[in-house]
Each structure stands twice: as structure tokens, then as C-alpha cells.
């Protein structure tokens, strides 16, 4: 995975990801993610306790515990049903999982590789029929340890210092399942659809959580 290299941000990490996309057809599936982190706590050299500390939202240092928040609307029907005049009556959440850079096997905190692929991991979310609008939130909790941007950090093996600050692409992907209706001259017809979405918020990585502990 190449990492992407942010301009100077204004407030940097302030702003989630949004979607309008979904399957059978452009604009039915809406969602928004957003990623919060904090550090871990710990002792540091003079043996006090510092305690955890949440960091701006959209940013992240390495060794912090990110929290993904996936906010996940009603979808809308698509355009053929619309035309028939059909009513959503329910919709549920199927999936939901988060995907974020997975790293390198040779990084270390002193040697600084570039993540290689990519790791998946399930959310948490409610299961029941929603009637509303939501949002249902997903959410899911992960480490930031493939990277060392931005941290004042020289790498001995290959005698350069640690990258700039930089932005790593998040992605959440959801599917929901939509019940609906609609009346013809034969009496009601009944349905149901799936359709998928995906959301991608972009994570700064600003130095390390770790370096006073």
C-alpha cells in the first residue's frame, strides 16, 4: 500500500468519509466513517503514569487504539421500484467490516517500512429491523502499528528519518437488506433487496504514541 502525503491541513483529521454509493444502481446506499483514536497509558521514564489521551479526531500516532465508527443510513429503493411507488418498511444491517494497512513484516519502531496489503476485520453493529432513517453505527477497534510518520526517528538500516506526517485510507464496507412494498391491481406485493455500500475516511499518522513511556 503507498501511503499518500497530506498538504498542510487547516484542522487536520477534523472530517469523516462519506458514500452515496450502493449496488443495483448508483445513490441508494448512504454512510459516513469516522475515526477516533487515543493513546495506550503507561509509565513513563521517571515511573508516572500517564493515562490515555484522545487524540483529534481523523488522526492517530503509532502504538494508539483507533476506534472506526461507521454511521450507516436507509438506503434508498431503486428507481424501478420507485416508479411502481414502493415503500420501504424496514431495513437491516447484514455486514459490516473494516479495512486498514496491514504491517510490512520487516517494519520495526527503529525501521520504517511501508505497510504491505491490507487487514479485514468484522464490526459490531444491531442486528434488529429498523423503520427509521438511522443511522445504525457500526464500530470496530484496531491498532495503528504499521507506521512511524512524523515521528523524529532516524532509521540506522537505511539512514533516513522517519516520513512526514501522512494519510492512510480506511475503508468500511456494509451490506443491508431492504424490505418493501408496493400495491398493483392484483393487491400487495411484497420484496426484498440487498444492497452493498462502502465508505473510505483517510487516518493521519502524526509521530508515536510510544515515545515517552
Known sequence: MKPVLPPPPVNPGDQGGTTTGGGGGSGLGRAELFL???SR?????????????????????YADIVKAVLKIYR??????LRKLGATIDWWRVDSATV????????FSFSHFVDPVGTVTIDMDYPTEQISGSGPVEATAE???DWSVAGAPIWDMLTERMAPPPTEY????????TVHYHYYTE???EDGEITIPGSVTAKLLVDSTGINIL
Not at 41 to 58: H, I, M
Not at 169 to 176: E, H, Q
Open 36 to 38: 477516533y483514536a487515543r
Open 186 to 188: 392484483d393487491g400487495r
Open 142 to 144: 484496531f491498532e495503528e
Open 99 to 106: 479495512t486498514y494497512p496491514q504491517k510490512a513484516p520487516d
Open 75 to 80: 438506503p434508498e429503493l431503486p428507481k424501478s
Open 41 to 61: 497509558g503507561g509509565y513513563n521514564t521517571e515511573g508516572k503514569y500517564v493515562p490515555p489521551v484522545d487524540r483529534p479526531p481523523g488522526t492517530a500516532k
Open 169 to 176: 485510507p480506511i475503508t468500511a464496507t456494509y451490506k443491508v
